[in-house]
Nanobody
């Protein structure tokens, strides 16, 4: 399974960006999809997740500004980022949790390669 993220770049404070991530490969189903980010010198942190029925979860720091969505048929996840702040600057990683192949029970989290988002004037 491969995750390919796109949409990062430079944006001014108060601006918007939309990240996209496509999952490909041997996929029967995907449980959760989401985004994490890692700023220089910081640990990787959760930004937002969405499960297979559309329930979402956001970090407090992005609530009301970021919106995660998912196209289950296309195995894609999106992150609309509005009212962006300099502290949103980070490498953003797409992630997907897939069930393991039966009879093995459990799940496995896949990571994309990351896309850099810079918020600066």
């Amino acid at each position: 399974v491969q995750l390919q993220a796109s949409g990062g770049g430079l944006v001014q404070p108060g601006g918007s960006l939309r990240l996209s991530c496509a999952a490909s490969g041997s996929i029967f189903s995907i449980n959760d999809m989401g985004w994490y980010r890692q700023a220089p010198g910081n640990q990787r942190e959760l930004v937002a997740t969405v499960n297979k029925i559309g329930s979402t979860n956001y970090a407090d720091s992005v609530k009301g500004r970021f919106t995660i969505s998912r196209d289950t048929a296309k195995n894609m996840v999106y992150l609309q980022m509005n009212s962006m702040k300099p502290e949103d600057t980070a490498v953003y990683y797409c992630t997907a949790v897939l069930p393991l192949t039966p009879p093995i029970r459990g799940t496995y989290r896949y990571w994309g390669q990351g896309t850099l988002v810079t918020v600066s004037s």
